[in-house]
């Protein structure tokens, strides 16, 4: 018999799979620990005027898709009517078979919306409109959101400049989710750009001139970013910076960046190689969490890079070596007894075995799980990216410590993609245990799939309980 598409058991091929997901995993809080959700919004909490501010205005994936399909620019990031921007992706969605954004478009709408209509042309207008008429009921924004999904805790991705006053704002808020800083200091790394780096700087701290300087002044807003609560960076580079140069010669080449002359590449890799020696070391001394995002390909497409700017969809996955840089990099950290709890992100699934590999030689007591191969990250949170994931770590880590899925989203709208992941992660073990490939023991797997779903995050970040939220 024919299933029904996004019915109860979408994603549950067993009997086995559908209790450890109805069961165990459906109703567990969500801590969303790296997201790029915007904290004024939180702190506002914000409302929007129409649905295609809210699902369409930074949503990437969904811009790539709408040029796949032929839409022109103006109807993307242009100056089309969100109307007509709602219709343009009304016309792309069924052009998504199989594509993640056809899932996570209609889980969002029965989720999000209470719609179960599928979302096309010829819906678009009932679709545009009973979704505007819930945008304007009291409970619709951004806290309220937050609330439906019962959202313990959200990471967001701040820079160091970043005055947190909004952090702030919505921890002192009735709003049941705590809101957490990340610390990303990746503009620091900009000496082959110093018309981006100055600016900067000059924001960062007074009279930053030599590399001391520059250590002084991260190293001050990293300390008041303790004090507002953060507990993790996040870099995001092509490769591990392995290779660091001496001070001195750091010195010359933030010098030149100073004057205006820019750092070739391998002067910059040096120069951002020293940053992470450093803050990795900082991490370590005050227990945070670092997180590593490896191998995006930036801006590749260079006449719209100049037309539209950065981030507006046309990044891709990078083809570097992954291996010895990551080995490099952590050992570093390890000889001296200063590695933090860190979790790698992989782009290329092609470095799935060795990256994962590469976390499992620097575990080390008391912490379960110290060095995480993370969740399947932006071209790779789809069904075959995430069960890869799991299938390598099973394979060559323990799943068990596993932390689990994050969303990496700028929209309140991306939390059902935890349910995307709860689903086929209880896919997975269910079919196991029905194929004799791990114990029939309720108890025993109930557990593994409630810490990867909730409790190792939760005890991974030491995120206290917020009772409110959990579950009897």
Known sequence: MARTYLDDDFLLFSETAKGLFHNTAKDLPIIDYHTHLPPDEIANDKRWENITELWLGHDHYKWR??????????????????????D?????????????????????????????TLLSPETAEEIWTRCNERLSEPDFSAQGLLRKFRVDAVGTTDDPTDNLYHHEAANASDCPTKTYPTFRPDKAFFVDRPELLNPWLDNLGENIVTFADLLAALRARFDYFHEKGCRMTDHGMRY?????????????????AREGKSANAEETDAFGALIMYHVGQWVAEKDWTMQLHLGPKRNPNTRLFEKLGPDSGFDSIGDWPQGEALYSFLDSLSEINKLPKTIVYNLNPRDNAVLAAACGSFQESPQQGKVQFGSGWWFNDTLKGMEDQINTLSSIGLLSHFVGMLTDSRSFLSF?????????????????????????????ISNMVGNICYHNAQSYFGLPHHTENLIA
């Open 240 to 256: 591990a910076l392995s290779n660091p140069c001496h001070g001195s010669e750091a010195d010359r080449i933030l010098n030149n």
């Open 88 to 116: 343009a992706y009304a016309q792309t969605i069924p052009n998504t078979l199989r594509n993640p954004l056809y899932d996570w478009t209609h889980l969002e709408l029965r989720r999000c919306f209470g719609i179960d």
């Open 65 to 86: 898709a709408m040029r796949a399909s032929g839409i022109p620019e103006s109807h993307i990031t242009g100056d089309a009517s969100p109307r007509e921007k709602f």
């Open 416 to 444: 059902p993609r935890h349910e995307y992941f709860r689903r086929l992660l209880c896919n997975i073990i269910g079919q196991d245990v029905e194929d004799g490939k791990l114990p029939n023991d309720e108890r025993l």
